[in-house]
């Protein structure tokens, strides 16, 4: 499913949804109350901070506009 991935969109996206399947799967957990998120724990806190950063760190790898990358894949440029 990957490399299908690589094939139809850009590099920058796909790893981009990577690392939002951590993110995405504590938000489900949580939905359908499989884990209980306790802020007043240490560890509570880091899965709530992990997951800030991830997404942070997604939303700056989709919004960023780089300089123009040749895809592998494609006869034409990419932009990351």
């Given at each position: 499913m990957y490399l299908a991935?690589?094939?139809i969109?850009?590099?920058?996206?796909?790893t981009s949804m990577?690392?939002?399947?951590?993110?995405l799967t504590l938000l489900i957990t949580v939905?359908?109350?499989l884990e209980i998120i306790d802020l007043g724990n240490p560890r509570g806190i880091a899965k709530v901070a992990?997951?800030?950063?991830?997404l942070a760190?997604?939303?700056t790898m989709t919004l960023y506009k780089g300089?123009?990358?040749?895809?592998p894949w494609r006869h034409h440029a990419v932009l990351i």
């Open positions: 991935s690589l094939r969109t850009s590099p920058t996206f796909v990577l690392n939002t399947m951590a993110s939905v359908l109350r992990r997951t800030l950063v991830s760190g997604v939303m300089p123009i990358d040749k895809s």
